[in-house]
């Protein structure tokens, strides 16, 4: 196991691989399809840069919890967002699944890395998570941008700086 710090800069992200098991600690902003799109048409209501987007709409905290069930989005949704997002700084993000080639093209030129988590975990997922804030579009319920600070957040490398990705690697095993 990796751990790093967030927020992130090119040194801390540059040495990962596909399949490095990383624990993340810091500051990270969760959001899903709609926040992406606001932050995308009406600019981003926080500083952006090393930052580190966590694809996920928790639900509902019960007895007591700092936060409900947090699994991870299928990344895929936010493709359309994505390249914006890394031009304006951001380091990393936190999802699951495939993204398209846009998305990763992006991730090179801007030298940023995609973390995958686990679906069907997001109870175990949510202990991780300290603290957390909604900090714009509360009116868009369990999709609100949000604030979290996380502790060994547990997640693995799915593509790295450098495009790297273990899709690539499973499909050239399998050949």
Same mark, same amino acid.
């Given at each position: 196991?990796?751990?790093?710090?967030?927020?992130?800069?090119?040194?801390?992200?540059?040495?990962?691989?596909?399949?490095?098991?990383?624990?993340?600690?810091?500051?990270?902003?969760?959001?899903?399809?709609?926040?992406?799109?606001?932050?995308?048409?009406?600019?981003?209501?926080?500083?952006?840069?090393?930052?580190?987007?966590?694809?996920? =709409?928790?639900?509902?905290?019960?007895?007591?919890?700092?936060?409900?069930?947090?699994?991870?989005?299928?990344?895929? /949704?936010?493709?359309?967002?994505?390249?914006?997002?890394?031009? +304006?700084?951001?380091?990393?993000?936190?999802?699951?699944? +495939?993204?398209?080639?846009?998305?990763?093209?992006?991730? *090179?030129?801007? +030298?940023?890395?995609?973390? =995958?988590?686990?679906? =069907?975990?997001?109870?175990?997922?949510?202990?991780?998570?300290?603290?957390?804030?909604?900090?714009? @579009?509360?009116?868009?319920?369990?999709?609100?941008? /949000?604030?979290? @600070?996380?502790?060994?957040?547990?997640?693995?490398? *799915?593509?790295?700086?450098?495009?790297?990705?273990?899709?690539?690697?499973?499909?050239?095993?399998?050949?």
């Amino acid at each position: 196991m990796i751990e790093i710090n967030t927020p992130f800069n090119e040194n801390i992200l540059s040495n990962l691989k596909p399949f490095d098991r990383v624990l993340i600690t810091g500051i990270i902003y969760m959001a899903r399809d709609q926040a992406h799109k606001k932050m995308k048409e009406e600019g981003i209501p926080f500083n952006i840069k090393g930052q580190c987007i966590y694809h996920c =709409g928790p639900s509902e905290a019960r007895d007591n919890m700092i936060i409900g069930s947090a699994g991870p989005t299928s990344s895929y /949704r936010m493709n359309a967002y994505m390249p914006y997002l890394f031009d +304006k700084g951001l380091k990393a993000f936190i999802g699951k699944g +495939k993204v398209e080639d846009s998305v990763i093209e992006s991730m *090179i030129r801007n +030298k940023c890395v995609y973390f =995958g988590a686990i679906g =069907g975990l997001g109870a175990k997922l949510s202990k991780c998570i300290k603290k957390q804030n909604i900090i714009a @579009y509360e009116n868009l319920g369990t999709e609100a941008l /949000r604030e979290i @600070y996380v502790e060994k957040f547990p997640a693995i490398v *799915i593509i790295n700086s450098n495009g790297e990705s273990i899709y690539e690697r499973d499909r050239d095993n399998n050949e």
